[in-house]
Every structure is written in C-alpha cells, then in structure tokens.
C-alpha cells in the first residue's frame, strides 16, 4: 500500500494507496531517510535541502510507502532499497 502524507498544521495523517511498497529508493529519498534517522525535522531537512517543508513532506511519504512503514520512527533500521 502506498501511503500518502497530509500535513494538517502540525498534525500529519497518512492515507493508504495501492501501489510502491518494496519499490527502491531515489537518491533524494535516501538523503531525506537519512536525515530523518539522524533526528531532523521537516523543516530542518527542507532548509538543508533547499525544498519546502511540504516537498518533504510528499518525499517522506513515499519513503513510508516505500519501505511498509507507517511512522517516520520505524525507518531507523530499514534495509535500503536503491534504484
């Protein structure tokens, strides 16, 4: 199931989608991975990044899609799938 973020001011819900699990990570999705293992927020990743808060967003939800997750605290640990 793909599952979609909506940010909801400082509320995220995530809504299920057929469609990406177990398909590889881009390099930019592996970069935000990393930065959100490491602790950062949205926001600091999107000023790290050079992206809006909500292009991360869109980003970290494809990543949970990606890897069968639900919550960003699950992704410590998750093999890396690489395109």
Do not use: C
């Not at 970069?31 to 950062?40: F, H, M, N, S, W």
């Amino acid at each position: 199931m793909h599952h979609r973020l909506v940010e909801a001011g400082t509320t995220a819900h995530l809504h299920l989608v057929p469609g990406t699990a177990g398909t590889a990570l881009t390099g930019r999705e592996e970069e935000i991975r990393d930065l959100v293992t490491g602790g950062a927020t949205n926001a600091e990743i999107a000023a790290v990044l050079g992206v809006s808060p909500r292009t991360v967003a869109g980003h970290l939800s494809h990543i949970l899609a990606k890897l069968g997750v639900r919550r960003r605290t699950e992704l410590s640990g998750e093999p890396a799938l690489r395109s």
